[in-house]
């Protein structure tokens, strides 16, 4: 019989391995490199545990060399997606009940098995599919996942043993219950351990899950969901569903079982399916919980007194890093006029030493964007600027497809603040620039504020107090992840929990309790230890 109290050892954060040159980890990762690039697998979609091959197939290619491909993945159709939602709804009648230590200890144990014997397969698989250098692989599919498989363990005792106020005459407690039916993940193609997290939260909390990966990620996010297989998950908890949006989306959306959507991606998509829940909504056992994190068009804000050296490095990791595919990558910023020409001429010299190109090559800071859409789309944009004379591409802008989908890391500078790649969202390594006149300063981040849609992430510098209080007062709701003298990418789980607001998404914070308590449905219990006798009270005794 259960009848204690259990604990979760408080989380640290998962440490950063270097693979600096001739480290054991370094050469880990390149054997693992070279046996996964040896090897074409056939990725299927797994449904209560069953392997499903349904001959509608994909290709896995590696982006800095696209005709390497490294997986061929097959495709649900609207029965294996209707297959999936039932696999689920079976396994939730076992899954729910499950004491939630056990729940725990599988999740932690998947932590363990990433931090050990995992590692260098979901980086080295994330760098080839997603084409990310060692760091941000490293960064992403390993220390991430691991703090979202430990620190959400963690927060989820913490909310267990948040309980109610009680008093001698009655014990007050609350529950905290899975929702009612199923919730749909959609993940992206950025960040594998976005493409994790959006399925185990839930799952964690007892729910079940149709997991739909991006179609560009299915390589990692394959051996992501092996992983978890490995590490106890019941058959049917998550269930890995690959492909057409649209087509999954038609059978899910109409399901009377939708208890939850878990989304990042673009806004365009989000709002879709927010309106498609909402035509819907009479079809449903419940309203259904939307959490999402969408678009972004984030900044960084220079005041004249900025340490310009360290702005410098904050524009070029914070746009550059990842092909400037990141939510929270920098892509406007705002510098004054009296810092502009010294800012320039660092940022153009530094840009100048940056290196392009195979990621299995640890030399190079960037990769290659992520498909042909991606790369059509980004290299519009510069073209657009490129003809434009409201601004001037002074540096980068060149556009290669020969061996990958290969863009330089390319600098606008802009007359007009509200400039088409200064508002609208690029998901590219492209940065716009639009020098403001010192004394503007207030009237600027009131444009900063105002000319986009989105409020994810901004980055503000200053070594004045006084003016940092002003930034961050005028931009109160431009960011939901606001960074001083720093990039705004880079958010650490327990420490800087992520997600924006306006058309950047629903702000539920991932890497917090926040986000886990959308995936509860709580019922209070009240036990009254002596209740009346009698309906009638003392005032309407007769004088």
């Known amino acids: ?320 890093e990842y092909q400037g595919q990141k939510c929270s990558a920098v892509s406007r910023a705002y510098i004054p006029r009296s810092i502009w020409s010294v800012v320039k001429c660092k940022l153009i010299s530094e840009c100048a030493t940056i290196k392009m190109g195979d990621v299995e090559d640890f030399t190079n800071f960037m990769g290659a964007v992520i498909d042909k859409n991606s790369f059509d789309r980004i290299k519009a944009y510069i073209e657009f600027a490129h003809n434009s004379d409201e601004a001037e591409v002074i540096w980068g802008g060149n556009c290669d497809e020969r061996l990958g989908y290969f863009i330089e890391p390319t600098i606008i500078v802009t007359k007009n603040p509200y400039f088409k790649t200064m508002t609208e969202e690029i998901f590219g390594p492209v940065l716009t620039i639009y020098v403001y006149e010192d004394e503007k300063f207030q009237e600027t981040l009131k444009i900063c504020n105002d000319s986009t849609p989105y409020a994810l992430t901004g980055g503000i510098f200053s070594q004045d107090r006084m003016a940092l209080v002003e930034m961050e007062n005028i931009l109160t709701y431009a960011a939901g992840n606001l960074y001083i003298n720093d990039k705004p990418t880079g958010a650490v789980v327990g420490q800087q929990p992520f997600g924006g607001g306006r058309a950047s998404g629903t702000n539920d914070k991932a890497g917090s309790k926040l986000n886990l308590l959308r995936w509860t449905n709580p019922r209070v219990i009240k036990e009254n230890f002596n209740p009346p006798s009698n309906y009638r009270y003392p005032f309407m005794e007769v004088m």
């Open 1 to 320: 019989m259960i009848n204690a109290n259990f604990r979760i050892k408080t989380p640290q954060n998962e440490s950063v391995l270097s693979y600096a040159k001739e480290s054991d980890e370094r050469i880990k990762l390149k054997a693992r490199l070279t046996e996964l690039k040896k090897e074409q697998i056939e990725i299927p979609l797994i449904i209560g545990g069953k392997e499903i091959y349904t001959g509608n197939t994909q290709k896995c290619v590696i982006p800095h060399d696209k005709n390497h491909v490294l997986a061929i993945y097959h495709m649900a159709g609207e029965r294996e997606v209707e297959d999936a939602i039932e696999a689920s709804l079976k396994a939730k009648k076992e899954w729910d009940k499950m004491p939630w230590q056990h729940r725990a200890s599988i999740f932690l144990k998947a932590a363990e098995l990433l931090s050990g014997p995992w590692r260098f397969t979901l980086n080295a698989a994330t760098m080839l599919g997603q084409s990310k250098t060692a760091y941000q692989a490293e960064i992403d599919s390993a220390c991430e996942l691991i703090d979202f498989l430990r620190f959400n363990t963690y927060f989820m005792s913490e909310i267990y043993n948040e309980q109610l106020i009680s008093t001698n005459e009655s014990w007050n407690r609350i529950e905290y219950r899975s929702l009612e039916g199923f919730v749909f993940s959609v993940t992206p193609f950025n960040f594998t351990a976005i493409g994790g997290n959006l399925g185990i939260a839930p799952a964690l909390m007892g729910n079940v899950v149709l997991w739909k990966p991006a179609g560009t990620s299915v390589y990692s996010n394959y051996f992501v969901m092996k992983l978890l297989q490995e590490a106890g998950l019941p058959d049917g908890v998550i269930n890995f569903v690959p492909g057409s949006g649209s087509l999954i989306g038609n059978v899910v959306f109409n399901n009377e079982w939708l208890a939850g959507v878990h989304f990042t991606g673009s806004t365009k998509v989000f709002n879709g399916m927010w309106k498609t829940i909402g035509e819907n909504i009479g079809k449903y056992r419940s309203y259904p919980r939307i959490v999402g994190e969408t678009g972004g068009k984030d900044f960084i804000f220079a005041h004249k007194l900025a340490n310009i050296n360290k702005l410098v490095t904050a524009l070029i990791r914070g746009a550059f």
